[in-house]
């Protein structure tokens, strides 16, 4: 492994679950899939980039811009697609309130009460216990499927299974409300 790729997986480690947390609240819950799809982008650039121009001198701000540019050419090319966080669907609609609203979401003072808002999605009620776990350690967590599957003792289909249910149960509990 070479020094970026070591930077990379501390950075991950270190501030995965809290992009994650802000991208979910961008998103909404039912649009979990697509927060970490951004989340996953942002860290593919981060490999490519740094690779090719060394690591930055601020890593975790690098990786905080890259996945905020994400978020906004994510909501950019999906809004006519999908309906994103409901409180703040109206400053996501223009260029200029959604980069504005992207900005301030990703503020340190809200990361933490976006944090909160994940562990209450995890460990809701309306979820089964046995896809709480799965859905903690991935998201939470940010373990890797196969990490997930040794931690459990459960095959990978089976943690698959569980978190694509969750998934599942949260989009239809937001097309519900």
């Known amino acids: 492994m070479t020094d970026g790729d070591l930077r990379i997986e501390r950075v991950y480690s270190e501030h995965a679950s809290r ?12 649009n979990l899939e697509l927060a970490e799809d951004v989340l996953q982008e942002a860290f593919r650039k981060a490999v490519v980039t740094w690779r ?24 950019r090319g999906q809004r006519t697609r999908r309906r994103f966080s409901e409180d703040l669907a109206n400053h996501l609609e223009s260029g200029w309130t959604m980069s504005y ?15 909160l808002r994940m562990i ?14 799965p ?4 998201t939470l967590c940010g373990f890797s499927i ?32």
């Not at 609203?101 to 944090?115: A, M, Y």
């Not at 999605?121 to 896809?131: Q, Y």
């Open 146 to 177: 196969p990490a997930i599957c040794r931690a459990l003792f459960l095959p990978e289909a089976t943690v698959k299974k569980r978190l694509l249910r969750t998934r599942e149960i949260h989009r239809s509990q937001q097309q519900c409300s």
């Open 19 to 30: 992009i994650l947390a802000v991208l979910v609240r961008l998103f909404g819950t039912r």
């Open 52 to 75: 090719e121009e060394g690591v930055p001198e601020n890593p975790a701000a690098w990786i905080m811009a890259a996945a905020k540019n994400q978020a906004i050419d994510a909501i």
């Open 120 to 133: 209450f999605m995890c460990t809701s009620a309306e979820l089964p216990p046995e896809n709480r776990i």
């Open 101 to 115: 609203t992207v900005d301030q979401e990703f503020e340190e003072t809200r990361i933490k009460d976006h944090q």
């Open 135 to 138: 859905l903690i350690l991935r």
